[in-house]
């Protein structure tokens, strides 16, 4: 470690970017939970305002001398910084055009890359370690003292987050987090999260990370083989992928069985239906968000499989993909069927994730 004196202009000059860089990532989040085509000049306006002070930030890091061992955490600290201005600037550019929906949706994409290249930075630095955390537990020390020390263990023991033939070009893959305070040998709830179509499970980890390191679960973020899960006819590619996954992991971290959560957004909410309500299936909750009851499920037998079934479907009131209409209907058939369903109809949701929701989710798993 550098000396003192060396490395005390360098810290101090982290400290004073990490403020306007993490909230700044906290407006990215807010704006992608509140994304409508016809809020996007207000969303732009709430994305700014801490841009030229992290701008400003980012000139000083690079002029100030960096101690030798702490070089890698200026590249991070100035890759994410430089990416997340460059989100807020491609977003304040679309938001001009907010005809185009994909317009707006592209950049925030880029939300879940600045996450990879900060989260290796957590054991260093507690504020970033706070910030990928839920909300009500950035202020609970003892959980950052034991996800330091956990981190920073010297054994063979494989905690955090790692990729499985899942590189952003490759398809039908999956990403893993297994929870740095996990012990070694107790069974850990699971959660398999499906993104939305033309997603990548690398990015999708992302969404359910915060809560899922909150609450020591076990996350899987698998990548359909095509550019969507198997919801558009034909054969079924996606099942054998999601099973896999889960053995495979299964295979080297105990699972409590009790406890197998697929959950996922828009075509992933259709498939955690449709592949959730299939025969011979590991998962016992299902948590689909912001999608539809699969026509298929009508033929196959599906809706009987649903009975006794602890279902959590969340809809937003403002979805301009799937009306909220056809979730009510949803609710309807899936009860009639037996599920034992939780509705959440979110009156400020339109087609986005919320994120918030997750804590509840795994509120309900646990029950």
């Known amino acids: 470690m550098a ?6 202009p360098f810290v101090a000059t982290i400290a004073r970017l990490l403020t306007p860089l993490l909230g700044t990532l906290d407006r990215i989040a807010w704006v992608q939970r509140h994304l409508h085509p016809a809020m996007a000049e207000r ?115 494989r905690v955090g987050v790692f990729h499985v033939h899942n590189e952003r070009n490759e398809r039908g893959g999956f990403s893993v987090y297994v929870p740095e305070v996990w012990d070694g040998r107790s069974a850990m709830p699971l959660a398999v999260a499906l993104h939305g179509g033309s997603g990548h499970g690398r990015d999708f980890l992302w969404t359910w990370l915060k809560d899922a390191r909150s609450r020591g679960v076990l996350l899987i973020s698998p990548t359909a083989r095509d550019r969507t899960w198997s919801i558009m006819g034909g054969e079924d590619v996606d099942a054998a992928v999601l099973h896999q996954a889960v053995e495979a992991v299964a295979t080297s971290y105990p699972v409590d069985r009790a406890r197998i959560l697929l959950t996922g957004m828009s075509d992933g909410a259709t498939y955690t239906l449709l592949g959730g309500l299939a025969e011979d299936i590991p998962f016992t909750h299902l948590a689909p968000v912001s999608g539809v009851l699969h026509p298929f499920l009508f033929a196959n037998g599906g809706l009987a499989r649903a009975r006794g079934r602890p279902i959590y479907l969340v809809h937003g009131a403002l979805d301009w993909m799937f009306p909220v209409a056809v979730a009510q209907q949803t609710r309807e058939v899936l009860a009639a069927a037996g599920a034992e369903i939780v509705y959440r109809e979110l009156e400020d949701l339109s087609h986005t994730y919320p994120r918030d929701e997750n804590t509840h989710i795994l509120d309900w798993l646990m029950r």
């Open 3 to 8: 000396p003192p004196e060396a490395s005390g």
């Open 43 to 157: 969303l732009a306006a709430a994305l700014t305002p801490e841009t030229e002070a992290l701008t400003a930030s980012l000139d000083v890091l690079a002029s100030v001398e960096c101690p030798g061992d702490l070089r890698v955490m200026r590249e991070r600290l100035t890759d994410a910084s430089r990416e997340t201005i460059e989100v807020v600037n491609a977003f304040v550019d679309a938001s001009r055009s907010p005809g185009d929906i994909i317009g707006l949706y592209r950049p925030l994409r880029r939300f879940a890359h600045v996450q990879e290249v900060l989260y290796p930075l957590a054991p260093a630095l507690d504020s970033v370690s706070r910030w990928f955390l839920e909300p009500a537990r950035r202020d609970d020390d003892a959980l950052i003292a034991r996800l330091r020390a956990a981190a920073l263990e010297n054994d063979d023991t």
